[in-house]
């Protein structure tokens, strides 16, 4: 009689019963970031035509945060008083995480053109 750690049958089977593992994408938004929908839709990308949890960590309130949410549809925002570093913004993202595998995309620093035509 077998124990009950080994299993007959062939590996091929086992594998296809295993849960494929959740991926997240966490965006990381420092004070005065942005990050275009362009960016997004790379990382996405990079993950096939598999099911992404976005995570979106903020530090205070980034100026393309309405285009941002548009391009993502349903992510987890999650905000920080403005000031908070990038690594504790990348660290409260990784708590709240629900996949298996993690992909981190930073924003980019804000120009002063870029804040006025986003505030106009």
């Known amino acids: 009689m077998p124990s009950a750690d080994t299993d007959d049958r062939p590996s091929g089977e086992l594998s296809e019963r295993r849960a494929a593992p959740r991926r997240s994408l966490i965006v990381v938004l420092p004070e005065n970031h942005v990050v275009s929908p362009d960016r997004l839709a790379e990382g996405l ?29 349903e992510a987890q925002l999650l905000f920080a008083p403005a000031g908070t ?31 006025d035509a986003v505030s106009s």
């Open 45 to 73: 990308r990079a993950h096939g035509d598999q099911q992404v949890d976005v995570v979106i960590a903020c530090a205070g309130q980034p100026a393309n945060l309405t285009t941002t949410q548009e391009s993502l549809g």
């Open 85 to 115: 570093t990038t690594e504790d913004l990348r660290e409260l993202a990784m708590r709240q995480a629900p996949g298996d595998i993690v992909t981190l995309l930073c924003g980019d620093v804000v120009s002063e053109s870029c804040v």
